[in-house]
């Protein structure tokens, strides 16, 4: 692999890892509250 093909890899990688600790930590600080969500349609 050429030095640029590398780089490009590790761009890509943090980008991608970055994005998933980010979210991760993200929704560990604010959890999605149960009351936003929808409840179940009620059947007949």
Do not use: Y
Not at 3 to 17: E, H, L, P, Q, S
């Amino acid at each position: 692999m050429t030095t640029t093909a590398i780089v490009m890899m590790i761009i890509a990688m943090v980008t991608i890892w970055g994005g998933l600790v980010t979210a991760i930590v993200n929704l560990a600080r604010h959890p999605e509250a149960a009351d936003s969500e929808p409840s179940p349609p009620v059947e007949l």
